[in-house]
T-cell receptor, first 110, second 114 residues
Framework: GDSVTQMEGPVTLSEEAFLTINCTYT??????LFWYVQYPGEGLQLLLK?????DKGSNKGFEATYRKETTSFHLEKGSVQVSDSAVYFC?????????FGDGTTLTVKP | NAGVMQNPRHLVRRRGQEARLRCSPM?????VYWYRQLPEEGLKFMVY????????ESGMPKERFSAEFPKEGPSILRIQQVVRGDSAAYFC????????????FGPGTRLTVT
């Protein structure tokens, strides 16, 4: 079945460090790809998305590129802030059904 | 512009009782999804509904769980005869139409079974 595999956490970085969170997905169909962020005690919020191969999603300094050849959608940010500390979920959506990765917890220390 | 609303935010039930979780989608959204998040785990899809129809319930446990999205009113996730293993956060999401669209999530209902 459809699946999304994320880099296991937790990830701990110092402020202004470079962030990469790896995500790969199963290639069945023509999925759209998403990154969501979850802050403590809250629901998921959409961070960015890409709907077709080679699309780049970006928001708040975060970026991810839809790579069909490697079935990947890695999340990157050039300089993280303490406020970026949260759980990040990669997801694929096809025919109305979304499949989420297990989440990666990011902690950014000042 | 109200987002997805869920209530209650926290629900405590004793083993054997029923739990009813409510979800009001964003205005104009007719597609609702329910997910369960166990402690320290990711989101697991449970069910996808449109008004008065269940589209995909492949993630729903076969017994004790049911969901509906009536023509009027919120979507309801119902868990009968709850057990401790049902303790989790239950999230509802909505989207404006079918297809590969982003979903808008509610704040979740945290169910604790004692």
């Amino acid at each position: 079945g459809d699946s999304v595999t994320q880099m296991e956490g937790p990830v701990t970085l110092s402020e202004e460090a470079f962030l990469t969170i790896n995500c790969t997905y199963t290639a069945t169909g023509y999925p759209s790809l998403f990154w969501y962020v979850q802050y403590p005690g809250e629901g998921l919020q959409l961070l960015l998305k890409a709907t077709k191969a080679d699309d780049k999603g970006s928001n708040k300094g975060f970026e991810a590129t839809y790579r069909k050849e490697t079935t990947s959608f890695h999340l990157e940010k050039g300089s993280v802030q303490v406020s970026d500390s949260a759980v990040y979920f990669c997801a694929r959506s096809n025919a109305g059904k979304s499949t989420f990765g297990d989440g990666t917890t990011l902690t950014v220390k000042p | 512009n109200a987002g997805v609303m869920q209530n209650p935010r926290h629900l405590v039930r004793r083993r054997g009782q029923e739990a009813r979780l409510r979800c009001s989608p964003m205005k104009g959204h007719s597609h609702v999804y329910w997910y369960r998040q166990l402690p320290e785990e990711g989101l697991k899809f449970m069910v996808y509904l449109q008004k008065e129809n269940i589209i995909d319930e492949s993630g729903m446990p076969k017994e004790r769980f049911s969901a509906e999205f009536p023509k009027e009113g919120p979507s309801i996730l119902r868990i009968q005869q709850v057990v401790r293993g049902d303790s989790a956060a239950y999230f509802c999401a909505s989207s404006p139409e079918a297809g590969n669209h982003e979903q808008y999530f509610g704040p979740g209902t945290r169910l604790t079974v004692t």
